[in-house]
Nanobody
Framework: QVQLVESGGGLVQAGGSLRLSCAAFGNTFSILGWGRQAPGSQRELVASIDVAGNTKYVDSVKGRFTISRVNAKNTVDLQMNSLNPEDTAVYYC?????????WGQGTQVTVSS
């Protein structure tokens, strides 16, 4: 049974930083990532990383967010810097293996102005 356990959300002022962590259990995954969903918006995958360490980011977070993973521990982190109120959302850990993908329960990130 696959389980993704997230931690690290919270409240931060604009310009601040937060680090999200996720531990994946139950399998190994070719791609790990982080998505987010703001109220009234669709969930989007904002950052992902494969087993070789290749990363992808959506334009809105490039240069501010950094994703990393430790394959031996099946963990993925998201370092978020220069946060702004538009980054406020529930952040979800994401894992992909062949044709299956999984989402965690989510952790709230709130950026105050």
């Amino acid at each position: 049974q696959v389980q993704l356990v997230e931690s690290g959300g919270g409240l931060v002022q604009a310009g601040g930083s937060l680090r999200l962590s996720c531990a994946a259990f139950g399998n190994t995954f070719s791609i790990l990532g982080w998505g987010r969903q703001a109220p009234g918006s669709q969930r989007e995958l904002v950052a992902s990383i494969d087993v070789a360490g290749n990363t992808k980011y959506v334009d809105s977070v490039k240069g501010r967010f950094t994703i990393s993973r430790v394959n031996a521990k099946n963990t993925v982190d998201l370092q978020m810097n220069s946060l702004n109120p538009e980054d406020t959302a529930v952040y979800y850990c994401y894992a992909e293996r062949t044709v299956q993908n999984y989402w965690g329960q989510g952790t709230q990130v709130t950026v105050s102005s």
